[in-house]
């Protein structure tokens, strides 16, 4: 399976939370296939973008006492922590690490934030309350 294509099973039912995750899996396509030239900036911008949505989701779960907040946090760090380690300007490490990312973020997103979209929808919280990067998906993550 082509990991490049949006899978329906990605699409967790809160339509600003897709919208971001949309969001983001297009910009690592677009990267994944974009120049070297443009693959520096670009990554370190997903890089903040995926920093800046990992934490909103935090925010939402402390918000809901969440029951599996540490392991969610624990993988949201551990990715962080891979990507940090990428030297943007190394374009094959950053391709290489685009690519282990689509493969994990289409796992992460139908699982773990699923599960979260689940337990908002019980609390009927919907994200674009409480979350401002969910409110404005596609707005620029402040640096
Ligand atoms: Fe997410
Ligand atoms: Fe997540």
Redo the contacts with the bound molecule.
Sequence with gaps: MKTTTWLSEMTVGDPV?DA??RA?FDQMVFLLRAGDSELGDGFLSLTDKLEY??RE?ERLMEGLDFPDLHGHREEHAKVLACLHQVDPADVGAAREALRLMLKWFPA??AT??SA?VVALRRAAVPAAAVSPLHAAADAPAPR
């Design positions: 939370i971001a995750h983001l949505d990992f989701e992460h997103v773990m934030d979260l």
